[in-house]
């Protein structure tokens, strides 16, 4: 792994070396070796897939699979990322001091970035891609249940850059084990910001033993509150969309509350549609009155990232109940509020402690492509240079350039 993590190191040297001009061709030479080997890439996740259908569940087995749909969707995002203002190098500020000196900061690559992530292959051409918009080389390590694929895909990037700029510049760790987390995450003299995407237990284990700078994406436990004035339509929609639309992924709702006042006329609502798309409802002890099926929730249920069709629904008395309960179970991830109430809006904005919230919206958007950002590397969930997904400035750092003429300090 040293010898790799050196290599990487290095070439994170050559990439500041670069005009944006070759950047860009670095970029459109994977989209273009992406559709080209198409193919290769599609065969080595079909082997992943068959290796882990039985093992892991339906929802994640969506998260791992690459089809043609997807890869276009990887070679879209790299036309966007294209098309993005170029930061590094962008002065920030600049000032002069009343003794002459001039000071510009400036912003410039962090210059590795470490990713650990699990059964999301996607991710290793998110992260390489817009590691190389902002000059910043990129180490790569995936869960076993992609290897196949990941492997596949740092081959085809590598060769589609190799040409322009040293090819460690995207750099895979192939090893799936424990220890080799335990190893990277040490390793302060080659990385310079780990990022962890997965799961809680990841996320934890990370905080817990990581010995470099690491930011802290969040799992995902969001909460859609729908208030007494919302319109109930809009409500059920958006409820259908938040859980259902892709359940696996970090921004769909875990739980659901409810308006005490409105709760006897949108709860058996909500369960008529839900049981169409075979989502299982597990109810508070005032929820389950009003469902004919759903399950008592544990305590544990509002605690829980299912990635799942399954959702825990609470019956709360008003806006301030729900705001204290979504502060006190949420990941900080994100939250939405279906309401025409002005104040309950303006007090879900101001008072929940998460990174994005929502009003009138399903939490699906969280999501750095659709915020424009040209995906995104991670969705901090802490209040560090970055908070949610992060984009190209958040995958930056800035240092100060100070031009003088011979001052001294006396």
Known sequence: MDESLKLCKEASKDLNLLSNEDIKKCLLNIKDALIKNKEYIINENKKDIEESTGKIKPQ????????DKRIKGLCDSIDDLVLLPDYIGEVIEEFKRPNGLVIKKVRVPFGVIAAIFEARPNVCVDIACLSLKTKNACVLKGGKEAINTNKALVNVMQDAIKDIVNKNAITLVDRTDRAATDELITKREYIDLLIPRGSKGLIQYIVMNAKIPFIETGAGNCSLYVESSANQEMALNVALNAKHQRPSVCNSIENLLVDEKIAKEFLPKLENLFSKYNIEIRADSEALKYFKSAKEASDIDFDTEYNDDIISVKIVKDYREAISFINAHSTKHSESIITENEAAKLAFFNEIDSAWLYHNASTRFTDGGCFGFGAEIGISTTKQHARGPMGL?????????????????E
């Open 60 to 67: 994640m087995i969506d998260r791992l699979r690459l089809d």
């Open 393 to 409: 400035k958040e995958i930056t750092t800035y240092k100060y350039l100070i031009e003088g003429n011979g001052q001294v300090r």
